[in-house]
């Protein structure tokens, strides 16, 4: 039969059965079963589904030269070989038939234009359902049995959708078979129109009463299939169809659906919604052309959370929601990506000096407008170019014809933000997508699970956690500037929702208000003058409710801590990007981070419980790529509360001991390189508060520091959170490096490229640590040995003041080290070792991006804080490449042949100034040692003459939060700060987890503290 069928398709076999030859090929399909399907072989499973297309083609009205009776018995045919193409899908999922026979299936599926076929009828199902003209006059009830056909041509339709779904689930796919059907699947499904014709069928039935129960079931299942399969494949073809205003009804499927779902939930108003559809005005290849108008009021009744016509239910069910969500994100996803051309910060637009647009309408459309006229512009210089050499006016070369495409694109989605497709609504996308978050908190109220949240110190019952996660979410914020404030009631409908599904609603619904935050944050970082009020609220409210939930933990049976959100899910969500360009941008808005960061004091405890936590690699890589950029770190520090950021680098280090053993195999390879990421990224964020004293800053020029200046420090507690970083997380870093520097120099040494992704990356941001942190820890070691008169008497007065325990004895003699420098002096030179950082981070100068940026700081620091040190390593490193292979070795520091190579004219980082100034302190480059023979910069004025402002480190480790074992691995708890710990008894000072860490730190020298400490307390 199914090779007679592609004899029919080729026009060897006459195009149309008698009615009596159609019931006999049914019967005849009743009689063999499905069982036989697994014999027809390849071109027989071809042939069933040309069979089933021509079938649906001429079960269409109108179908030319067909009879009723003809169309009816087609009819009764196309759903019988559906069911027959099932089977033979299902079967090979069972292993009856070969397992290929599904991608077989799927492929002559688009091929024959399968889908294409079923337009025809659920157009004409739709249309006698619809008021006529959109003039709202009520249409004939349909008779039951019209409802029930209409309704199985909706289930078959998501049938055939579901095929696709399974196929592309199926193990026996290879990739190329997978990205194949995919992008060919999204192809023909935007080109075919069927899921507009789809929604509007389904619309239609809903406002019917003998149709609602049905077309509820109906979008249900296709909630299901599309839900999977945007997760498949590249979905840009789909998702341009749906902003191009080719799918208006399935556009207002979706989100009145969500509008609806929210209004129930949260009891709030449906305004906001977008148009719906005009009558009539069903796409696909023959009427996309034409793009409906926009209509004031719907015509059909909103769809409430289970495709039903508003009305109260039992169960909620977020089956169609979440994939709506997705398909939203998408579409504004693909607007902001069109504005910015694929970077990550918008066009340079000029604002009229009015300032800002006041809605999210006009920016966006004002973004978008100006893209379009670079675009433009881009491609006409093409064009002129192109017709001078004389090519004529064709654009032929691969750029010109992506500047061509680029520009289509961008003028389409400028109509469409024009016509306002629902769909790129960014203002009722961020209103929506929070209102479902906050009702999604809401649905935790009375919650059995046990609830703690990271965010929320005071949180420590359920209860409260989720009242914590409800008042996280600012209402005020999301109404858009001119409207009325949101009143958002009881919403008993949400103790209807699962905790599950909550989880899902928020994280989605976060999503999309992200996107819908994209354009105007895009347009911020590419240098806007100002932000918007209505922005900057809504940011810094976005932010707020993002990190309650990724803060919110649930307790497990064993006592352990578990992330409420999927670790992937909250790293999607806290992950911030920023553009390149921007983090060089010294004139970037503080306003824009001011609002990102309003909320985001709490970022620091969630990220540490996250890392702390989840043990997977990919969780953790993700958290490690969190922030884009270690300026951001630095802001995010300065928001932070300094005990968890003391508390943050503990586990850091914590992390980094563990990571030392070699890895056994790809995934702590991963997790590695993702610590390492963190510990980076980490690098800049303390050195600040660790050595600016308020006293030296250019505000005190001329005048001496007052005593209550100092005193009044405005952040009395980030001396002692810098000392933490130092004391924690660098030596565990630079044990890290030392296990790392091996592998990767001998590597290098061997002509091999540096793997950033691997080793080579971890070891790079390990070194930029180290080498990063050399400053603030040289003047806190180095003070006033650095020369008398280099440091006067503005930075001694300073540096007593800090050092509040030691000043008083040391105070006598200025040029004595005090106490606090000679701690600060030990731990930096035998416990981290700088000269092996120098050495290997020239060594990576030459290879690596990273190491190149704070070496030169480094190095300068050396020079004028402490020349004889710099000369004591350069002497021990010899003038010859002994570095090389004394990698492991103590002593050697960087040679000066291999300053002069890289820091040399034509060196990967060319300073000549600074070779200068080190070959002056070293004593070989001819500059007179009695002053310096080189112009100071700035920056080594600054560290010349600072003070520290780190207390010493007896003192700050007395305040280290955790554990006082510095081996301890204990990762138990949300945070190092939260760790139950017990005091020494002998000296009330140290603080153990477990008595295992005490007998270590006994054995390590805590003996000999211990009775010392004892003695100062009784003294
Ligand atoms: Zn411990
Ligand atoms: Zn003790």
Redesign the pocket.
Known sequence: MGVQALRMASGKEACAWSPTEITAASEALDRLGTQALRWVGDEGVTGVVVMFGLALRRAAPNSPGISDAQRAAYASLHSKLLNAIIKVCRDAADHVLSPRAPLQVCTALIKTHVLRSFCPLLAAAASPLLPAGGAGQPQPRPSSRAVQAFLSLLKDACCVLLLFHDALGSDYLSDDDYNGLASALHEELAASGLLEHWARLALALASWEEGEDGAAKAQRRLGCSLWTLLDYGDTSPLVRSFTSGACPSLAYLLTSHLVALAAELDGGPTYGLPTAPADGSAAGPSSSSSAPQPRARPAIPLAGSQGYVLRHRETLDVSVAVPALGLWSQALSNAASTATGGFTCCPDVQWPAAGVPTNPWSLARGVMECRLGQLQAAVRERRAAAAEAGAGAVLGAPEDLEAAGAEEQCAGMLAALRRREPLLDCSAAFQLGMRLARAAACALRGCTLSLIATSCATAETTEAAVQALIAAHDTAAWTDPGSLPLQLQGAEAAGRLVPEKAIVLAWRGLGLARRALDLARHMCDGGCPGIAPWLKRRLGAWWQATIAWAGLWRVEANGTAAPFMRVRDACGLLAIKISRAVCHNDAWPSTAIGAFYSGAHKYMPVLESYIRNSLTCSGLQSAGTLPGSALLWSRMGSYSRPGDVSSFAGTLAKLLRAARTPPASADAKGRRRGIAALTGALALSLEGPSYEHPALSPASEGQAPQPDHIASKDKPGWPHAAAHVALTALPAAAALGRALAPGVLRRLDGGGALELEGDGGALGDVVALLLDWLPPLLVAAEGRRAGSAAVGSVAAAAADAADSKASSSSASDPSAPSASEREWSAFLWTELDPAWALRVGLRLAETAEACRTPLPGALLALAVRAPSRLQAMVAAAGTEEQGREAVGGALGGPSLSALRRVLGPGGALSEPALLALIEAAVGCGGGASGGPSVELSGFAKFIRNTASLMPPPSEARRSLPGCSNPACTNLAGLSEEALSVQQ?G??D??RYCCRECQAAHWEAG?KR??RA?AAAAES
């Open positions: 020494c002998g000296c000072a140290a805590h503290e211990c400490g």
